[in-house]
């Protein structure tokens, strides 16, 4: 089975920058498209930012010039650099991969739309 780990989260002043980390535990082989997700109190969750296996990026329009998402294949890991930050930005922040390839009882299995726990951003004004 496949677990994302996300870390970096924390309180941080406005103007201020953080660092996310996503990181899949596992014999991974390899995992497709990896988004960042948030949902503050009340609202729905949003995507962020996405990237692809390829490296094509997309982002929420609110956070363009101001978030950058990126990945390490080699450490499965995926990344979202934060600068700038609003008090808007504060929410749970969710790793999510679209399908993930990983080596397990000598198969190679797929697991499909994984989460993390979440980590908590706030930011104060």
């Known amino acids: 089975q496949v677990q994302l780990v996300e870390s970096g989260g924390g309180l941080v002043q406005a103007g201020g920058s953080l660092r996310l980390s996503c990181a899949a535990s596992?014999?991974?082989?390899?995992?497709?498209?990896m988004g960042w997700y948030r949902q503050a109190p009340g609202k729905q969750r949003e995507l962020v930012a996405a990237?692809?296996?390829?490296?094509?990026?997309n982002y929420l329009d609110s956070v363009k010039g101001r978030f950058t998402i990126s990945r390490d294949n080699a450490k499965n890991t995926v990344y979202l650099q934060m600068n700038s930050l609003k008090p808007e930005d504060t929410a749970v922040y969710y790793c999510?991969?679209?399908?993930?390839?990983?080596?397990?009882?000598?198969?190679?299995?797929?697991?499909?739309?994984?989460w993390g726990q979440g980590t908590q951003v706030t930011v104060s004004s």
């Open positions: 990237i692809t296996s390829g490296g094509s990026t």
């Open positions: 999510n991969a679209d399908s993930v390839k990983y080596f397990r009882d000598g198969y190679f299995q797929r697991e499909y739309d994984c």
């Open positions: 596992g014999s991974i082989v390899s995992f497709n498209a």
